[in-house]
């Protein structure tokens, strides 16, 4: 029934850049608060970056001024464009809807290699 469809991953260079995009089913999506978390072998699962019903975002220190995060509710779509990309950005990322309760999508590889 609910549904989070991620696409736009894939391999790049560092200092390259990506478009993430997250389709949504099944919610009302314009009240649900939105975001993308990202895990890498080893480590805990970290909120990347996240946007409200109301269009306020927020960011992980690691990715300010290199990542934005945006939501278009007519299409069910929140996206993350990823500039500058570091091989430390590499990891599953996985997109999040966030009200009464959390769904997760199937996560998306990002692979940032020489």
């Known amino acids: 029934q609910v549904q989070l469809v991620e696409s736009g991953g894939g391999l790049v260079q560092p200092g390259g850049s990506l478009r993430l995009s997250c389709a949504a089913s099944?919610?009302?999506?314009?009240?649900?608060?939105m975001g993308w978390y990202r895990q890498a072998p080893g480590q805990q699962r970290e909120l990347v970056a996240s946007?409200?019903?109301?269009?306020?975002?927020n960011y992980a220190d690691s990715v300010k001024a290199r990542f934005t995060i945006s939501r278009d509710n007519a299409k069910k779509t929140v996206y993350l464009q990823m500039n500058s990309l570091k091989t430390e950005d590499t990891a599953v990322y996985y997109c999040n809807a966030d009200r009464a309760q959390r769904y997760w999508g199937q996560g998306t590889q990002v692979t940032v290699t020489v």
């Open positions: 099944g919610i009302i999506f314009r009240v649900y608060d």
């Open positions: 946007i409200t019903s109301g269009g306020s975002t």
